[in-house]
């Protein structure tokens, strides 16, 4: 497989012979303000432009979204995204506002979908605390990851936009990923805490999968990110896991 981090948490992922776009958020650098209710919110989105040539992004057998918050799947996505490629979304809600957006080939993800012998298998997780949730849920809403899989790739498990749970660590039980991709930018929103995970849900994600490569994606795009590639890095030194954790710039890709 080869991930490659383009910028936020959209990934090109090259995995069984598929080429994948994931969680696509695709506009010039500042063309949004920043999320109301979130810390940093004066700062304009995406905070980074992309790095990556736009036709190897788009240069993809299906796209993945696994939830449609705007910086998962903006506005310039819908516009630049062939409509005719296949797209999976996590449940009908979503694919509806996609096909109303003028995709004609939306599907939904289960725990038993399957494309060109890729298996893809939806994952539950949580964008926030319980106590985050209950203040805010319609905000926050549901989000997936996906387990992917193929007789000739290591098992790779994409989290998403969620914290350390039980629902990350039965992941994690159930399918022992040998690859881990986390958004780990420990976005925050006033009031309620982080949404995705920080330093320490990084390390329990560790400490639950020794045996796993992490890969750091979310971070430094947005203006509620709060934590930096920098950190992470020093964090995971510091923590003992520097040889399991993979902290990548945009544009770099790893092939494994």
Same mark, same amino acid.
């Given at each position: 497989?080869?991930?490659?981090?383009v910028?936020?948490?959209?990934?090109?992922?090259?995995?069984?012979?598929?080429?994948?776009?994931?969680?696509?958020?695709?506009?010039?650098?500042?063309?949004?303000?920043?999320?109301?209710?979130?810390?940093?919110?004066?700062?304009?989105?995406?905070?980074?432009?992309?790095?990556?040539?736009?036709?190897?992004?788009?240069?993809?057998?299906?796209?993945?979204?696994?939830h449609?918050?705007?910086?998962?799947?903006?506005?310039?996505?819908?516009?630049?995204?062939?409509?005719?490629?296949p797209?999976?979304?996590?449940?009908?809600?979503? %694919?509806? &506002? =996609?096909? @109303?957006?003028?995709?004609?080939?939306?599907?939904?993800?289960?725990?038993? #979908?399957?494309? $060109?012998?890729?298996s893809?298998?939806?994952?539950?997780?949580?964008?926030?605390?319980?106590?985050?949730?209950?203040?805010?849920?319609?905000?926050?809403?549901?989000?997936?990851g996906?387990?992917?899989?193929?007789?000739?790739?290591?098992?790779?498990?994409?989290?998403g936009?969620?914290?350390?749970n039980?629902?990350?660590?039965?992941?994690?039980?159930?399918?022992?990923?040998?690859?881990?991709?986390?958004n780990?930018?420990?976005?925050?929103?006033?009031?309620?805490?982080?949404?995705?995970?920080?330093?320490?849900?990084?390390?329990?994600?560790?400490q639950?999968?020794p045996? %796993?490569? &992490? =890969?750091? @994606?979310?971070?430094?795009?947005?203006?509620h990110?709060?934590?930096?590639? #920098?950190?992470? $890095?020093?964090?995971?030194?510091?923590?003992?896991?520097?040889?399991?954790?993979?902290?990548?710039?945009?544009?770099?890709?790893?092939?494994?």
């Open positions: 497989m080869r991930i490659k981090q910028r936020n948490a959209t990934l090109r992922l090259d995995f069984g012979g598929v080429k994948f776009l994931v969680d696509p958020y695709l506009a010039k650098k500042d063309a949004y303000p920043g999320f109301d209710g979130t810390v940093n919110s004066h700062i304009r989105n995406p905070r980074l432009e992309l790095q990556t040539p736009m036709e190897e992004i788009l240069g993809v057998d299906a796209v993945i979204v696994t449609t918050h705007p910086d998962h799947w903006d506005e310039a996505a819908v516009q630049l995204a062939p409509k005719h490629l797209l999976f979304a996590q449940h009908e809600r979503d %694919a509806d &506002l =996609i096909r @109303s957006q003028g995709f004609s080939d939306v599907r939904i993800l289960t725990e038993e #979908t399957t494309f $060109r012998g890729v893809l298998i939806k994952t539950r997780g949580q964008h926030g605390t319980d106590e985050a949730l209950a203040a805010a849920k319609e905000v926050l809403g549901e989000v997936c996906v387990v992917f899989t193929h007789p000739d790739e290591r098992t790779l498990y994409l989290a936009d969620t914290i350390w039980g629902y990350v660590a039965s992941n994690l039980a159930s399918y022992e990923p040998e690859i881990v991709v986390l780990a930018g420990d976005a925050q929103v006033q009031g309620l805490g982080s949404i995705i995970m920080g330093t320490e849900d990084v390390k329990k994600v560790h639950a999968a045996q %796993a490569i &992490l =890969i750091a @994606s979310h971070m430094e795009a947005v203006n990110s709060v934590l930096s590639r #920098t950190e992470l $890095r020093s964090f995971a030194a510091e923590s003992g896991m520097g040889d399991r954790l993979l902290v990548p710039e945009d544009d770099q890709a790893y092939t494994f």
